[in-house]
T-cell receptor
Framework: GNSVTQMEGPVTLSEEAFLTINCTYT??????LFWYVQYPGEGLQLLLK?????DKGSNKGFEATYRKETTSFHLEKGSVQVSDSAVYFC??????????????FGRGTQLTVWP | EPEVTQTPSHQVTQMGQEVILRCVPI?????FYWYRQILGQKVEFLVS????????KSEIFDDQFSVERPDGSNFTLKIRSTKLEDSAMYFC????????????FGPGTRLTVL
């Protein structure tokens, strides 16, 4: 079946530190992969996505590359800011079959960045 | 910028009571979803809705759950007889099309069943 595993949090970093949040997936087909972010008191927002192998999604300094060989989609940022403090969710969607609509999420990783 | 809204932000209810969680999706979106997150666990898909009918539901979405789009703007999730294990954050989402189109999420309703 389809599932997502992401690294347990919380992650605490100092400002300007390098961030990696690991995400691996299991999928029956050829999924699309997403990172969503949830700021306090708000809904989940799409941060970036990649729809096929070797695609790199990027937004706001964050990047993630769709690696089919390692079934991974790790989130990275070279220099985090206090404003990046949020919960980050890795997710996938199946691009065929009967589950076209649903997203499969990981548990979320709480990131706290200190000044 | 258009956004998905949800009410209430927090609902406390007694076990066995009915609750209705309300959502207003983005106006030109065609697909609507409910997800939930039990504390410390994954965000789980409950149901998707398109063209005034359920298009997909998960094994969680049993006969105690129902969804409705009563008036062309609201999208509701009803739980007929709440259980303790229904306590969770419930997220509504909407999208223009199916994935990989972006699903836009509301801020969630925290349901506490006592």
């Amino acid at each position: 079946g389809n599932s997502v595993t992401q690294m347990e949090g919380p992650v605490t970093l100092s400002e300007e530190a390098f961030l990696t949040i690991n995400c691996t997936y299991t999928a029956t087909g050829y999924p699309s992969l997403f990172w969503y972010v949830q700021y306090p008191g708000e809904g989940l927002q799409l941060l970036l996505k990649a729809t096929k192998a070797d695609d790199k999604g990027s937004n706001k300094g964050f990047e993630a590359t769709y690696r089919k060989e390692t079934t991974s989609f790790h989130l990275e940022k070279g220099s985090v800011q206090v404003s990046d403090s949020a919960v980050y969710f890795c997710a996938l969607s199946d691009n065929r079959g009967s589950t076209l609509g649903r997203l499969y999420f990981g548990r979320g990783t709480q990131l706290t960045v200190w000044p | 910028e258009p956004e998905v809204t949800q009410t209430p932000s927090h609902q406390v209810t007694q076990m066995g009571q009915e609750v209705i969680l309300r959502c207003v999706p983005i106006s030109n979106h065609l697909y609507f979803y409910w997800y939930r997150q039990i504390l410390g666990q994954k965000v789980e898909f409950l149901v998707s809705f398109y063209n005034n009918e359920i298009s997909e539901k998960s094994e969680i979405f049993d006969d105690q759950f129902s969804v409705e789009r009563p008036d062309g703007s609201n999208f509701t999730l009803k739980i007929r007889s709440t259980k303790l294990e229904d306590s969770a954050m419930y997220f509504c989402a909407s999208s223009v099309g199916l994935a990989p189109n972006e699903q836009f999420f509301g801020p969630g309703t925290r349901l506490t069943v006592l």
